[in-house]
């Protein structure tokens, strides 16, 4: 009786279940067969699983493809690219090192040579005379051009006369940028300018500072840029000849026919001490970067090199008559030039010239009475072998010094009418300028009434750009 009532049960729970399943296949509760949306659902997914799977086949195709490698072999590889890495930069750094040191050295080398007054750039030999058109005529003053100055950025120049003005040039068109027009004489109190002849000037390396003196014994200060005056300096008993400032610094020297030499600080407005030594008056005065200047001494015959820290001087004699313009080559050797028509090639190591070449400009007058030309200017472009002399035979001479300055050899001369008073390297020895009148800058011995007052600007072109360095 049991297993009957067991086996009832069994069956009943069985009916119960196949009754539910059908229910539940026939109706999902919204409507729609559960059959058909179960057979859906097996045909999206099934589509699903073949999309993933094919990802999953191509990932596994490229794994088997590429090379398979342990941790250990990654960190090995990443260790030599990052090794590599740094050997290619250390090689980049050194060459960069390598050719920043051969440039600091060789500027070095070379400022030293330039110190020790050594350094000696070859360049004359590859100057071209320029042809007579390339030469430009400024044409300003009214009276004799007796000074100029190139500004160290090369963009302008200053020029001064004996009509008491000067007059500010822009370089490469020739135009005249400013004028400080000079007074008459007796003015001096109330006219804000030179009113006597200017006979110097000079600019400040860093082009802060233009100095001009006059005949009045007055060393006037200006700011190149506005041409605005800035101070007066007075303390000279005579015409002032010569100026310069020491290279590097605001440190200015006067030379006067007084026979003094006076030095001054510009930036303080102030007088400094007075030299002596000369015998006659200085006609001119340069100096570079040492604590020194040199002086040509006019007719006693001399030139000085004046060691101000020392407090002593070097002279030097050569010349047989007034030696009227003096220029430094470098820190050990100068050129000058005098009324005996000759110029002279000096070394600090020797009291008398180590080359002269006389009658530079060659001599005039009758047969058997002929005099040279005088010697009224020279420039140096310093650190080189080029040198230039002006005078009134109608030619500016360039000259080409010998290997240790001995000798001079005559390289071109430039046609120029007139007494050529002042005459300018630029920096860069790209041009030359000349400062042209119809009389002499000193005095009026002669005049040249077909001459031209202003400036030449004169090209220096060359065959070659490298340059020859000796010791």
Known sequence: MSSFFIKKRVISAAVNKGDLKRKSNADDGKGRPKKFNKRADEEISSDSENESAEPSRKQQDNEDDEIEETPQEKKLRLAKLYLDQLRDEEDK????????????????QDDLLEQKGKLQRLIAKDLIAPDPEEVRLLRGHK??????????????IFS??????????????GKKVHKIAGGRKGTEERHVGHTAHVLCMAISSDGKYLASGDMNKLVMIWDPVTCKHLYKFVGHRGPVSGLAFRRGTH???????????????????????????????ITGLDCLSRERCVTAGGRDRTVRVWK????????????????????LINEEHMVTGGDDGSISIWT????????????AHGSHGNTGLEQPYW????????????VA???HNSAVQLWKCGQGFRGLEPLFSIPVTGFVNSLKFSNSGKFLVAGVGQEHRLGRWWRIKEAKNGLYIIPLKRQAKEQEVVQ
């Not at 009509?163 to 490469?172: F, G, L, P, Q, T």
């Not at 101000?308 to 220029?327: N, T």
């Not at 600090?348 to 009658?359: A, D, L």
């Open 389 to 391: 002399s002006g005078s």
């Open 160 to 173: 001064a006369s004996k009509d008491c003005s000067i007059i500010k040039w822009e370089a490469e068109s």
């Open 93 to 108: 750094k050194a060459e960069e090192e390598s050719f920043e040191a051969d440039l600091i050295a060789g500027r070095l």
């Open 143 to 156: 009276l004799s051009v007796t000074c100029l100055v190139i500004t160290p950025d090369e963009k302008y």
């Open 375 to 386: 010697v009224s200017s020279v420039a140096a472009l310093h650190n080189s072998d080029t």
């Open 348 to 359: 600090v190591n020797k009291k008398k010239p180590v080359s002269t070449v006389k009658k």
């Open 251 to 281: 440190t200015l020297y006067s030379a006067s026919h007084d026979r003094s030499i006076k030095v001054w600080s510009v930036d303080e407005n102030a007088y400094v001490e007075t030299l002596f030594g000369h015998q006659d008056m």
């Open 308 to 327: 101000i820290a020392e407090e002593s001087q070097l002279v030097f004699h050569g010349h047989e008559g007034s030696i009227d313009c003096v220029q």
